[in-house]
């Protein structure tokens, strides 16, 4: 959570700083501010709220600094406010810091500045960080790395997460930058570096990129980026280019970032499928060499994850059940790492992360790794911090994702891991070779059958407009449509905040009946022929209480009735989440479109969790 920009170079600094923060701003809206290096001074621009409020400061435009840092804000200490935004200097202006992450002991630290003369004007935790750096900076032998030093001494002193920028006029021609648990990336300029938070903040200046790892010092200079360990041992580091499209990261005519991400699905799916899966062929994964005496010996998967990744985690786990025969555990990562896991050598843990940032997800991680199992991360990012740390990795090639509630980044996960499972039966031969390759063919024909469904928009706006003003909604299935309500509830909850709940259609009886009330809105997904009746069962239950039913389904559904049906194509229920999905995350939109909200950044919410 947070975004943060930093530039040194020869151009205005201004522009870009803000321009990168735009970019980010799905991170964090708070409040937002730059620091600028200004006739050998330190200029602070900040302001509560959006980006966008920092061009009405006056004299923001005139600035004509080429060295500066910037951060835009989702609040953990400290209500959103201008003395609580970042940056923060230190008490004699000498150091300014933006900081994404959260300092766990600011207390004891703040304790000690003050008891050292220094006073603070903020909530933060961050603003214990310059002040730190000054203190070791006036207590530190003067030569040319005392900037540095006093950077690592402060460093060393904090407990928690963070990726910090910092900047001074003692030392005009640098930035300084050491990232822990946090993302950070430096992006490669001819005589000009750039750093963000995330790639697409500064993809339209450079594609080519170093990825700092966790502990790492970069001392970034107009022409060159002296890299450095935890001990401050210089080493050299290779660049990574990233052939993502800038323009992905734009809305391409779409009123919304989330409506264009629904609408990027079809090939958002064609790019995860790429050449991993051919019809009459062995699946193929070039970055996975598991052998089938290891899949053999596992004795259960753990898939674990956080929200919109983890109801993905639910589908991947019908496919590998299905197909594999291995017992699969889902797990909100959250949790995990808190209730002592059974995890041994013979356990196979599958972590899913949009961002690869997603600090809960990273930490179980890190501990499957103590126990000896193997870790196979499945991310969107390349190079982020999750597939840095796992043994294998694979990408789901979705591209930039953007709005905050995620929709084609869930699509690409559900495939990527349904394709995961047939390449493990492929090898375990658990599974005869005609139903994989059938399936393989009902993959291959998502992209096209979505595409349908976008087409056919008039009635789910109809039903949006005539149901969003409720306070409360329910979303029903059974088997793996259960699990597509649990996304449905969770997208509608993210960005309209109508209150909804999730309920295997069976447990309706109880308890959760007792909420159902004349008016009251459910929508029931319906593709498992095998349980429609049973589901069906469920919803009449609903409508002799005076409920109102929207019904997702591709089964035949002749007079049931039912208030509203939408149809979908058919296709083999393993992947039908990627399908019905589809209407549930338009349904949202529009219901959000209709209410007057902001769709992309919804209040409270950030793109990527980088906090516990």
Known sequence: MCGIVGYIGNKKATPILINGLLSLEYRGYDSAGIAVLE???????????????????????????????????????????????????????????????????????????????????????????????????????????????????????????????????????????????????????????????????????????????????????TDHINFYDSSLVSHSKAVKNIEWDASAAEKDGFEDYMLKEIFEQPNSIRETIGSRLKLNELCSFDDLDLSKEYLQSINKIYIVACGTAMHAGLAGKNAIEKLCRIPVTVDIASEFRYRDPIIDDKTLCIYISQSGETADTIAALKLAKTKGAKTLAVSNVIGSSITREANYTIYTHAGPEIAVASTKAYTSQVVLLVILAIYFAEILNSTPANLLNDLKADILDLPVKIETILDQLEPIKDFAKKVYTQKDMFFLGRGTDYNVALEGSLKLKEISYIHSEAYSAGELKHGPIALIENGITVVSILTDPSLVEKSISNIQEVITRGAKTLVITNQNLTNKHFDFVINIPNTNPLISPILSVVPLQLLAYYISKNKGLDVDKPRNLAKSVTVE
Not at 59 to 64: D, K, P, R, T, Y
Not at 92 to 119: P, Q
Request: a negative charge; aromatic letters at 10%; zero cysteines.
């Open 39 to 221: 006739n050998n001074k330190i200029v602070v621009m900040k302001d509560k709220g959006r980006v966008n409020n920092l061009n009405n400061i006056d004299g923001i435009n005139n600035l004509n600094g080429t060295i500066g840092i910037a951060h835009t804000r989702w609040a953990t200490h400290g209500k959103p406010s201008k003395e609580n935004s970042h940056p923060h200097l230190d008490n004699s202006n000498s150091f300014a810091v933006v900081h994404n992450g959260i300092i766990e002991n600011y207390n004891e630290l703040r304790n000690f500045l003050t008891e050292k003369g220094y006073t603070f004007i903020s909530q933060t935790d961050t603003e214990v960080i310059p002040n730190l750096i000054h203190y070791y900076y006036k207590n530190g032998i003067k030569d040319e790395n005392v900037f540095l030093r006093a950077v690592k001494s402060a460093v060393d002193d904090l407990k928690g997460s963070y990726a910090i920028e910092v900047i001074s006029p003692l030392f005009p021609n640098r930035v300084i930058v050491v990232r822990k648990d946090s993302p950070l990336v430096i992006g490669k300029g001819e005589n000009e570096n750039y750093i963000a938070s995330d790639i697409p903040a500064i993809l339209s200046h450079t594609k080519n990129f170093y990825l700092l790892d966790d502990n790492e010092y970069a001392e970034i200079y």
